[in-house]
């Protein structure tokens, strides 16, 4: 058992806490409740005049229930997100929560008030949990999967266990979680460089399915995202009016053979995300609509991939994630290291041209195509980090590369050129550390 109510050695301590709560409402001068005043706590309410206090809970309606340190989890949060649900949490005994009523509460009052609230929190509990075993049916899972719901994401994963680079090796449960908060860091860091609330987004849940087998992704891949993976290891699609924002991926180990492989490959196909829901339709007069369907993908595939690629080298150094949107799964051009693959080509004065370039969707960039849209995309953030956000919303209203790149950065298309190529001798160079 995971939770553990007052048994044992436990109900041992819950006798001697009453005892010592019954002596201190007797014998504590003052307040007749053997509390000081303002002690009670937040949320609890007062008894109603001349009822009996409750020496069992403390007069508050609920007694504390130990919860499984396996759980620890489950108070994962950071400053614009927390985890709301859990499916192993809430399937365990209590359905993970720290507290109950007080089975032999004195005080009517805050007994009824503690039940309501209660029943209100595990009904949600339940509803949420019912909702995602109908999942693991429609998936034909032979065992429960592991869903984890934090703020902005949520997780389905049947991996049994991952191992990190530090040697550590989580079980599904800790990775789903894992998962759910490198996700979050990154949703909060696009948003705080570009200036994103989240108002300003169609969607603010990211469906996240991580399957252990090719099977399971191949029948969630049609039901989530009405794409079909083939020989892909990833399909997704961008939320939108009518459509949830999911991405569905089964891990292949080949393609992914470690930890910082998947994570990579994911923090790829959020940017994609991410950059697809920032789209707000008060930003339209009546009758317009913008770019739709909102990717950025079929008119600015540059800055589409460019945008994810450098979220993905950021991360550590390297890009590797071709996505099933993506054309060129094969082909390479240079070394694995980007930056100095592009300041070679600078030297040499063997450059693609932007102008052609930015008109190409995303499935259409070459190997090649996909470093210098990269490196343009580092260019513009060193130049102006916080511009990309308004370069976004530039994108959704239909607005001409040339033009967008002049009132966000102030640089002509001539002058980007060459301010990118003077950029790249001096910080891509090998010499400079």
């Known amino acids: 058992m995971r939770h553990r109510g007052p ?8 006798w001697i806490g009453a005892a010592l709560l019954i002596s201190c409402f007797t014998l504590c001068p003052g307040d007749a409740r053997g509390q000081t005043a303002g002690a009670r706590p937040a949320g609890i309410p007062e008894p109603l005049p001349g009822e009996p206090l409750c020496g069992w809970c403390g007069t508050t309606g609920r007694t504390p229930v130990d919860v499984d340190r396996s759980l620890k989890s489950e108070a994962d949060k950071g400053a614009t997100w927390s985890v709301q649900f859990c499916s192993e949490a809430i399937d365990s005994d209590n359905f993970g ?16 008030l503690a039940v309501k609230k209660y029943d209100k929190q595990t009904g949600a509990l339940k509803a949420w949990l019912d909702g995602r075993r109908k999942v693991d049916a429609q998936v034909g899972a032979e065992s429960p999967l592991i ?25 599904a449960h800790e990775a789903a979680h894992l998962y759910a908060r490198r996700m979050e860091e990154l949703y909060a860091k696009f948003q705080a460089m570009f200036g994103i609330v989240d108002t300003d987004n169609m969607r603010n849940l990211h469906y996240l399915y991580i399957f252990d087998e ?4 191949a ?11 083939g020989d892909a290891a990833t399909v997704k699609r961008a939320g939108g009016a009518s459509n949830d924002s999911a991405i569905v991926t089964w891990w292949d180990h080949s393609e992914f053979p470690k930890d910082a492989d ?25 009758g317009v609509i913008g770019l739709s369907p909102p990717w950025l993908s079929d008119k600015y595939g540059w800055l589409d991939e460019g945008l994810s690629h450098w979220f993905e080298i950021n991360f ?13 799964t094969t082909a390479h051009w240079g070394s694995d290291n980007w930056k100095k693959n592009i300041f070679k080509a600078v030297s040499a004065a063997d450059t693609p041209s932007f102008s052609e370039v930015v008109t190409k969707p995303g499935p259409a960039l070459s190997a090649l195509e996909h470093q210098f849209v990269w490196s343009w995309v580092d260019f513009l953030l060193a130049r102006d980090t916080a511009a990309m956000g308004k370069a976004l919303k530039l994108c959704k209203m239909k607005v001409e590369t040339r033009d967008i790149i002049k009132q966000c950065w102030g640089l002509t298309v001539l002058d980007f050129e060459q301010s990118w190529a003077a950029w790249v001798l001096e910080n891509y160079s090998p010499t400079k550390k």
Not at 7 to 14: D, K, Q, S
Not at 147 to 171: A, C, E, G
Request: aromatic letters at 12%; glycine letters at 2%; charged letters at 15%.
């Open 316 to 328: 550590d150094g390297r890009a590797a994630t071709y996505c099933f949107r993506e054309q060129n």
């Open 147 to 171: 869903h984890v719901q934090t703020t902005h994401f949520l997780v389905t994963w049947n991996v049994p266990k991952i191992t990190l680079t530090s040697k550590q090796t989580l079980r």
């Open 97 to 112: 929560l720290d507290w109950q009523p007080c089975a032999r509460c004195k005080t009517p009052s805050l007994h009824d």
């Open 7 to 14: 048994t044992g050695r436990h109900a041992r301590f819950a």
């Open 262 to 286: 998947m994570y990579r490959h994911q923090i790829h196909n959020v940017v994609h995300a991410l950059t697809a829901i920032y789209y707000n339709p008060t930003w339209f007069p009546p």
């Open 214 to 217: 090719p099977a399971q992704a």
């Open 219 to 229: 029948i969630a891949g049609p039901l989530f995202t009405a794409l079909s993976p």
